[in-house]
């Protein structure tokens, strides 16, 4: 992504502390450092559109913005080498600037397929970039999943995890329940890769790939669990909002890409770059609304859904 785009740089690297970077441990423990986070974004929204943004709305923006890049940590590599990074929270650092986003990985363990190269052992190396000239190498964890279907499973229970407390920390600034939280996810998800997908000349295999790992599971009737007994072996994912319900994939995100053709409009949520042969981040129904309608009426998203729901 580095090389492919200015607006994103990614090292791996421990997580940098001071100069504005945060790791996403910050923002999920402490509450200073969202609020601090959507400040920024209030500023911006002020400078953008000339009037104030709800409070709300700021938060909204914030979330977006920081879960569209820090998503790419999970998806690109399962798109382009179909490995699946299991990463912490203390993992993972940023620092946003005005017209860009950096970011600091350190990988500690992935999941991959049977036949990649890696898997004939449980551990294998990995350089990292330091401030120092001399590269640092620490060893990775590897496990395997045995097939595309199992791999897209480790993917959405990978950014799952990690994407839960950020969702949890930033929620009394959005004001907005579990399920919508998640949805707002989910159109970050999508919409980070779909672009990564653009850049690399695959638009229409990140379209493809979205659809498959976010398309609704729908198991037959004898499959289904009676209502009235839990169903054996380990306690599956639960539907936001639902607790002891269980559901089926691709919870946590909300089922379907999205990608129809859109209803007639403009604009779209702030924050994601454009451009550069990209696919049109809007040329889809999303999952959520991202209120930038609230600043700038005239700027409703083509695939709000506001619009292509009525």
């Known amino acids: 992504m580095t090389g492919l785009t200015p607006t994103l740089s990614v090292r791996c690297a421990p997580p940098p502390s001071g100069d504005g970077w945060l790791t996403a ?3 999920a423990e402490r509450p200073a450092a969202v609020r601090d986070l959507v400040a920024v974004d209030a500023r911006q929204g002020l400078a953008r559109y000339g009037r104030p943004l709800r409070p709300d709305v700021a938060a909204g923006f914030g979330l977006h913005r920081a879960v569209w890049p820090l998503s790419l ?6 798109f382009l080498e179909r490995r699946v990074p299991l990463l912490g929270p203390g993992d993972v650092a940023l620092r946003r600037g005005n017209a860009a986003v950096e970011l600091t990985v350190r990988p500690a363990a992935f999941v991959c397929l049977p036949d990649d190269p890696a898997a004939a052992s449980p551990a294998t190396a990995a350089a ?12 990775v964890a590897v496990r395997t999943a045995p097939d595309e279907t199992a791999l897209a499973a480790e993917l959405r229970c990978a950014l799952g995890a990690f994407l839960d407390p950020l969702l949890a920390a930033f929620r009394p600034q959005v004001r907005r329940g579990p399920r919508v939280l998640w949805a707002m996810a989910t159109d970050a998800v999508v919409e980070g890769l ?13 379209r493809a790939e979205l659809s498959a790992l976010l398309a609704p599971d729908d198991p037959a009737p004898a499959d289904r669990a009676p209502a009235d007994r839990a169903p054996a072996g380990p306690a599956p994912a639960h539907a936001p909002g639902a607790p002891g319900r269980p ?3 691709p919870a946590p995100f909300t089922p379907g890409a999205g990608f129809a053709t859109p209803a007639p409009g403009r604009g779209g949520a702030p924050g994601a770059p454009s451009g550069g042969g990209a696919p049109d981040a809007t040329a889809r129904a999303r999952a959520s609304c991202c209120l930038v309608y609230t600043a700038a009426p005239e700027d409703m998203c083509a695939g709000c859904p506001r619009v292509t729901r009525g």
């Open 247 to 249: 559901a089926p994939a």
């Open 73 to 78: 940590l999970f998806t690109v590599p399962w």
């Open 128 to 139: 990292t970039a330091p401030a120092a000239r001399t590269a640092a190498v620490r060893t």
């Open 25 to 27: 441990a910050d923002l």
């Open 194 to 206: 779909c672009y990564a997908g653009g850049l690399l000349g695959e638009p229409e295999r990140a």
